[in-house]
Nanobody
Framework: QLQAFGGGLVQAGGSLRLSCAASGRTFSSYAMGWFRQAPGKEREFVAAISWSGGSTYYADSVKGRFTISRDNAKNTVYLQTTSLKPEDTAVYYC???????????????????WGQGTQVTVSS
């Protein structure tokens, strides 16, 4: 089970830290990702992190503003968002990817477990 939280309403330029807590199993060996879905749009990749935290990946739209990290001891993944823009408004989902030889962490089809999402609303 994955549960995302930490969303909210924030003004443009503000920051939020999203968290994704895992329960029921240990995800320390799983790559983790964050995706988002705005109304009327498809779910899109935001960021991903390898199981060790040694590799991170970002969508071009958030690079330099968002930071993904993880604490395997707490079974939790974080997404620190800064310099938020109205176009960042979406429901943010975390996901876990079972270990694979050649993962494509930018693809929604890669992931096996999904959290319920947390709403981020950025006002202008």
């Amino acid at each position: 089970q994955l549960q995302a939280f930490g969303g909210g309403l924030v003004q443009a330029g503000g920051s939020l830290r999203l968290s994704c807590a895992a329960s029921g199993r240990t995800f320390s060996s799983y790559a983790m990702g964050w995706f988002r879905q705005a109304p009327g749009k498809e779910r899109e990749f935001v960021a991903a992190i390898s199981w060790s935290g040694g590799s991170t990946y970002y969508a071009d739209s958030v690079k330099g503003r968002f930071t993904i990290s993880r604490d395997n001891a707490k079974n939790t993944v974080y997404l620190q968002t800064t310099s938020l823009k109205p176009e960042d408004t979406a429901v943010y989902y975390c996901a876990a990817d079972s270990p694979r030889a050649t993962p494509d962490l930018r693809s929604i089809y890669e992931y096996d477990y999904w959290g319920q999402g947390t709403q981020v609303t950025v006002s202008s």
